[in-house]
Nanobody, 116 residues
Framework: QVQLVESGGGLVQAGGSLRLSCVAS????????MGWYRQAPGNQRELVAT???????NYADSVKGRFTISRDNAKKTVYLQMNSLKPEDTAVYYC??????????WGQGTQVTVSS
């Protein structure tokens, strides 16, 4: 099993920035796909951004140009830099690691609240 621990959430005003971190309990070097997802109250969990082991990234249209996903294999960490935050970005943000054979692993989530 791989444990994922998110941090960096909080309360921020619209237009502000936050950086989320997801630290894995084991090396992420061979984990091909890692990503960030979010779930707002009453909504389904949705993709925010993903990154492959080769550094290829994918973003939801709603966050393109504002959010940046990155990974530091040496630190076993995936980051999500969030700029120009909007109230509609308010949600619990989850880290996901897609591991061959072992399947999907999720963190416990971190709350992001953007006030208008």
């Amino acid at each position: 099993q791989v444990q994922l621990v998110e941090s960096g959430g909080g309360l921020v005003q619209a237009g502000g920035s936050l950086r989320l971190s997801c630290v894995a309990s084991t090396s992420i070097f061979n984990i091909n796909l890692m990503g960030w997802y979010r779930q707002a109250p009453g909504n389904q969990r949705e993709l925010v951004a993903t990154i492959t082991s080769g550094g290829r990234t994918n973003y939801a249209d709603s966050v393109k140009g504002r959010f940046t996903i990155s990974r530091d294999n040496a630190k076993k960490t995936v980051y999500l830099q969030m700029n120009s935050l909007k109230p509609e970005d308010t949600a619990v943000y989850y880290c996901r690691a897609a591991i061959p054979i072992l399947g999907d692993h999720w963190g416990q989530g971190t709350q992001v609240t953007v006030s208008s």
